[in-house]
Every structure is written in C-alpha cells, then in structure tokens.
Nanobody
C-alpha cells in the first residue's frame, strides 16, 4: 500500500504560479511511477502530468505543456507539480496517483487538493 497526501492548492489569480506537493508513505516510493490528475467541475478526471519511477521521463497533457512541470524527490518521498501561467480552465481538484513499475493503471490515489484560478 502507498498513502498519498496532496497539499498546496489554493485560490489564485490568472497568470500566477503555484506548486503542488504530494507526500507518499508506505512502500518504496521509488518503485512507483507518479501522476497528477485533475477534475474540473462537471468534467471527467484527466491526466495532467506523469513521471517515471526514476524521474527520467515525463509526459504532459497538451493543455499544460510548457506551463506545468512534474518532478519528484525520491529521497523525500515527494512528487511536485509546478504550475505557471495559470488559467481559469486550470481550476479543479488535483489528485496525486501512483502505479507500480510496468503497470498501466494508477493503483493508489490521494484525496485531492483544490485549485481555483480566477480571471
């Protein structure tokens, strides 16, 4: 089992920057690929960014490319999402998730942190 706790969500003005954190506990953090998802009001949850277990590779949704950066610190059991040039459409609940090496589905989820971006 992996327990995930997100933090850092808040109300922001458009154009601002925000960093979300996800602290992991339980089994070996470096054994898991990590992802950040978001769910906007009335919409399905979508994958925003993902990073490999080593941090050597990452991927982003087209809507956030060039603005968001996912990173991880395996020594601190933490994954981050740096969000720059925020837009109102970035509003939503942001979830951290983990999946084992070689797994396609994310198996463990945090409770989410709310990000609201006003215009």
């Amino acid at each position: 089992q992996v327990q995930l706790v997100e933090s850092g969500g808040r109300l922001m003005q458009a154009g601002g920057s925000l960093r979300l954190s996800c602290a992991a506990s339980g089994r070996t953090f470096s054994s898991y690929g990590m992802g950040w998802f978001r769910q906007a009001p009335g919409k399905e949850r979508e994958l925003v960014a993902a990073i490999s277990w080593s941090g050597g590779s990452s991927a982003y949704a087209d809507s956030v490319k060039g603005r968001f950066t996912i990173s991880r610190d395996n020594a601190k059991n933490t994954v981050y999402l740096q969000m720059n040039s925020l837009k109102p459409e970035d509003t939503g609940v942001y979830y951290c998730a983990a999946r084992g090496i070689g797994h396609s589905d994310f198996e463990y989820w945090g409770q989410g942190t709310q990000v609201a971006v006003s215009s």
